[in-house]
Nanobody, 124 residues
Framework: QVLLGESGGGLVQAGGSLRLSCAAS????????MGWFRQAPGKEREFVAG????????TYADSVRGRFTISRDNAKNTVYLQMNSLKPEDTAVYSC?????????????????WGQGTQVTISS
């Protein structure tokens, strides 16, 4: 099991940027695939971005592709989500998730461990 903790959320104006971090405990972080998900009020949780254990493979939801970038630093046990050109519809609680198989998935039930989430609010 890996423990995950997100940070970096906040309130920004539309068009602004934020960088979310997800810090993980445990010596096996570098073998985990990682994903970012978000959940807006009254909506289902949705996939945002995923990255393989090595960082060599990534994928994005269509709604964020070209604006968001997922990356990881295995030496720091941290995965990042750089969010640019933010829109009010990006407002949500953002959570990171870990998959022990080392890959990423777009379905939340594929992930083994979850963080508590960080609130991102974009004002118009």
């Amino acid at each position: 099991q890996v423990l995950l903790g997100e940070s970096g959320g906040g309130l920004v104006q539309a068009g602004g940027s934020l960088r979310l971090s997800c810090a993980a405990s445990g010596r096996t972080f570098s073998t985990y695939g990682m994903g970012w998900f978000r959940q807006a009020p009254g909506k289902e949780r949705e996939f945002v971005a995923g990255i393989s254990w090595s960082g060599s493979s990534t994928t994005y939801a269509d709604s964020v592709r070209g604006r968001f970038t997922i990356s990881r630093d295995n030496a720091k046990n941290t995965v990042y989500l750089q969010m640019n050109s933010l829109k009010p519809e990006d407002t949500a609680v953002y959570s990171c998730a870990a998959d022990r198989n080392g890959y990423y998935y777009t379905k939340d039930y594929e992930y083994d461990d979850w963080g508590q989430g960080t609130q991102v609010t974009i004002s118009s």
